[in-house]
Structures are given as C-alpha cells and as structure tokens.
Nanobody, 127 residues
Framework: RLQVVESGGGSVQAGGSLILSCVVSGFTSNRFSDTCMAWFRQTPGKEREGVAHIHTRFGLTYYADSLKGRFTISHDNAKNTLYLQMNNLKTEDTAIYYC?????????????????WGQGTQVTVSS
C-alpha cells in the first residue's frame, strides 16, 4: 500500500552539506499530513540508530543529541516529501540513511513504531 523512496545521497567532503529527500506514495486522502516520518542510519557492523523524526501535522521534532544543530528535518505535505538537511558533515556521519513512516501515538512521534521503510541512500563523508 505504501512505498518510501529516498534519494540525494552521495560523497562529500567533511564540513560539506547534503540534502536527502524521501517521497512517500500510496497514502490515501491527506494522510501524509498527519503521520510520523523519520530518518535512521546504519553503518556496517553497527546497530541502526535514529537520526530525526517529525510529526507532519503538529511539527514536533526529535534529533539525536549528537546531531542537534547540524541536521534539520522538514517536510512538504503538498509533495508527500520528507527532507533531511545535513550541514557540517563529519566522517562519522558516513552511513546508509533510511526513511520510514509510522503511526503517531500522540502529538509527538515519541514511541511510534515505524513499519514502512525505504531502500536507503548512501552518504559517504571523506576527510
């Protein structure tokens, strides 16, 4: 029913910036404007970690502590698209970045379960 497709990954130098996009298809009516959307990332050999999430109706956001001030999550409900603006990239940001959607449990997305995932997009940061 739902499909999530990420794009925008690539190779950048440390200190550079990159914008990731995530297009969601398969929602009926205006459901994209009332759901939870999130970015995760995973490095080979390590556990997947949460990057950021946002409630597309109420706008409440979450960021991993180490990413606050560098990453910004946003969305465009008219385009059913989620974005991740990544600034001042560091080599440790190298990972496959995944977009996911899930059902809200409150006005925030804390505690939400993400059930629909994209294929991931590779971000490589070199020094």
């Amino acid at each position: 029913r739902l499909q999530v497709v990420e794009s925008g990954g690539g190779s950048v130098q440390a200190g550079g910036s990159l914008i990731l996009s995530c297009v969601v298809s398969g929602f009926t009516s205006n459901r994209f404007s009332d759901t939870c959307m999130a970015w995760f990332r995973q490095t080979p050999g390590k556990e997947r970690e949460g990057v950021a999430h946002i409630h597309t109706r109420f706008g409440l956001t979450y960021y991993a502590d180490s990413l606050k001030g560098r990453f910004t999550i946003s969305h465009d409900n008219a385009k059913n698209t989620l974005y991740l603006q990544m600034n001042n990239l560091k080599t440790e940001d190298t990972a496959i970045y995944y977009c996911a959607t899930g059902s809200p449990t409150s006005r925030s997305c804390s505690g939400s379960t993400y059930t629909i995932w994209g294929q991931g997009t590779q971000v490589t940061v070199s020094s």
